[in-house]
């Protein structure tokens, strides 16, 4: 009888241990589920993210061309290159596009919109953001290169106020400097003519507006 008291007695404490060990099995599940990665399903994103294409971005610069050239600009990619070509001859660093429509491409859907203020190279505020941009009128007229220079006389853009396309003609796209004729804007406007001013013919030798994006 005496034996079978000990047995019970392991028993129990056998059962006793096996039982704890599975309790603290299970709050370390619990804990570890409570604890886990915060990528997974449900979870908050990380402080401080922002994918938006200004988040960290001031602002974006706009200058005129320092050259000015025909109509044959070899379409809106060639004027995007010249672009880009004078951005860095000037330290310029980022992308910088021409405020270019043909027909068939409007700048508003090709260019980047814009939250921040649009400024010339000196810290000039033209626009407060985009929509300011297409509003029809300018804080200050685009009439510095991109080393600052002032500079004068039209150019080539085949856009309206709005940042739609001027739909009577593009010089062939933008490709031909010769027979033809295309929009043109005024240089030192603040109105609506600084990009819808006139239509002069392909030939004639006009500059381009640059804007970062």
């Not at 010249?82 to 027909?103: E, P, R």
């Not at 505020?125 to 004068?152: C, E, F, H, K, Y």
Request: aromatic share 6%.
């Amino acid at each position: 009888m005496k034996d079978m008291r000990y047995l019970f007695t392991a028993i129990q404490g056998a059962a006793y241990v096996g039982a704890s060990r599975l309790a603290l099995t299970l709050a370390m599940v619990g804990w570890l589920a409570c604890s886990g990665s915060s990528s997974g399903a449900g979870s908050a994103p990380d402080a401080g993210t922002d994918s938006g294409m200004d988040s960290g971005v001031p602002e974006r610069r706009m200058f005129v061309t320092s050259t000015v050239q025909t109509a044959a600009l070899g379409g809106v990619a060639g004027a995007d290159e010249l672009c880009a070509m004078q951005a860095a001859d000037a330290n310029l660093v980022g992308d910088f596009k021409a405020w270019l429509s043909t027909l068939s491409s409007s700048v508003s859907d090709r260019l980047a919109h814009s939250s921040v203020p649009y400024v010339l190279v000196d810290g000039t505020m033209v626009a407060s953001d985009w929509d300011d941009l297409v509003d029809g009128a300018l804080l200050a007229p685009i009439n510095r290169d991109a080393n600052g220079q002032l500079r004068t006389g039209d150019a080539w853009t085949g856009t309206l106020a709005t940042g739609a396309s001027y739909l009577g003609s593009d010089c062939a796209s933008f490709t031909s400097g010769s027979a033809g004729a295309a929009q043109c804007g005024a240089v030192g406007s603040t109105t609506l003519t600084w990009t819808e001013n006139i239509v002069p013919a392909c030939s004639s030798r006009l500059r381009l507006y640059c804007i970062e994006q």
